[in-house]
């Protein structure tokens, strides 16, 4: 016998929980969390998780919930992706099926380059309540931590993903931020360094912005940082 | 006798709040405030102030404080606006001389296009010790309300103010948000509808959000929207 959808059973949330120090979570994402009997986290093992550590601060218990780990594929095969989408998606909605309250934990904001998108698209589009429980982006959390304005006055504040085409991005006034840099760091700082060369920036580095291992350098490093860590390039031109 | 300034007495904090639902705010900004002596508020009065509201329903208390009233001047000539920077930095440097713990609350995030940020330029190269507790931006609440995704992918987000300049801003790729556009609505609004002429936009309309008379339209609308609503508009092309 088929089972019967229901798409007013269970909710998603897709919470973020901030960069790094555990205080920076709000308090309602504290309260869904709490509230959620599922929590799904977008690596392949808890441990990895840098969503799941930084909730598990603030949420000491959370361990007593369902855990469920959804490693999301990294290609650029369109097709394979949106396979994966499917999958993930299809695995959550057995849980809202079992009218269960299930959270997503995304790093930083759920709006911003998080894999949740993905995941909310799909179950939208499929009449599933989805709700996206605000986090704190890692640029506001970096700014926080280097002291520094991100705009003020007639400034443009410009989110770039570094693991894209960035040529042309240096047309950009004001404030440029560059994330999800991964393996494509190396070629972002040659870029900006072939820039500087034509005329003065501001650039600020930081990386695992508020973890235990943040590290922050103003000015183009030639450290090397491993491409595991979550590294934020802010340029003001 | 003057009185000797000592740099490490007193510390001034900027708190985002968020932007509407007081529940957003983080448990940090919560902390915080709860340690301070002194809330400063960028407006004429207290009741006006959009952040102490959403603090005051976070933070019950907040009264027992010293709650102090700074408008920040509104003008385009430079000097007078440095001149009115510095009076308020004075005036706050005076309670860190006291060794005080300021709070100075912003909407959204400190670092992004709030007047706390001229006044921790000012106390910073006076060598103060001076924080930034982030807070949620408004556009991170509004796409939460909205249910849309800012970016993913290789997406780009281009964060302007739209009191200034926004000719050529529609030759940005991604999502474009425009903030701060008090009296200037009427004229993004009739920019947008003259680039919705030219090629398809998915555009978001969103004044207070999260507040109680939040509203929201997908699309321009002919509606009159009060200046003094704080109102974002986010474009898709």
Redesign the interface.
Same mark, same amino acid.
């Given at each position: 016998m088929a089972i019967k959808t229901n798409v007013e059973k269970g909710i998603l949330y897709g919470i973020?929980v901030?960069t790094g120090?555990a @205080? =920076?979570? &709000? =308090?309602?994402a504290?309260?869904i969390i709490n509230e959620c009997d599922v929590i799904i986290l977008p690596t392949e093992t808890k441990e990895n998780c840098h969503a799941y550590n930084i909730a598990k601060e603030?949420v000491r218990n959370i361990d007593d919930k369902e855990i469920i780990c959804k490693k999301f594929l990294m290609t650029k095969d369109e097709r394979l992706l949106e396979e994966s989408h499917r999958q993930i998606a299809d695995d959550i909605e057995e849980y809202l099926n079992e009218d269960k309250k299930v959270g997503f934990l995304t790093i930083g904001?759920? &709006?911003?380059?998080?894999t949740f998108?993905?995941v909310? @698209?799909i179950l =939208?589009s499929r009449g599933r309540r989805? @709700?996206?429980? &605000?986090?704190?982006?890692s640029f506001? #959390?970096a #700014?926080?931590r280097l002291?520094? !304005?991100? +705009? +003020?006055? !007639?400034? @443009?504040?410009?989110?770039? +993903?570094a693991?894209?085409?960035i040529i042309g991005?240096s047309d950009?006034k004001g404030t440029r931020i560059y994330m999800k840099s991964g393996r494509k760091l190396d070629a972002l700082i040659s870029f900006l360094r072939e820039e500087e060369k034509k005329r003065k920036l501001d650039i600020y580095v930081i990386a695992n912005c508020g973890m235990e291992n943040e590290k922050i350098w103003h000015g183009l490093t030639e450290e090397e940082i491993p491409t595991e860590y979550l590294t934020i390039v802010i340029v003001k031109a």
């Open positions: 973020g901030g120090d @205080e =920076l979570i &709000s =308090l309602k504290v309260r603030a904001d759920p &709006s911003i380059y998080s998108a993905y909310q @698209e =939208l989805v @709700e996206n429980i &605000s986090g704190i982006p506001c #959390a #700014a926080a002291g520094i !304005s991100l +705009s +003020s006055g !007639s400034d @443009e504040i410009h989110i770039i +993903s693991n894209h085409d991005t950009y």
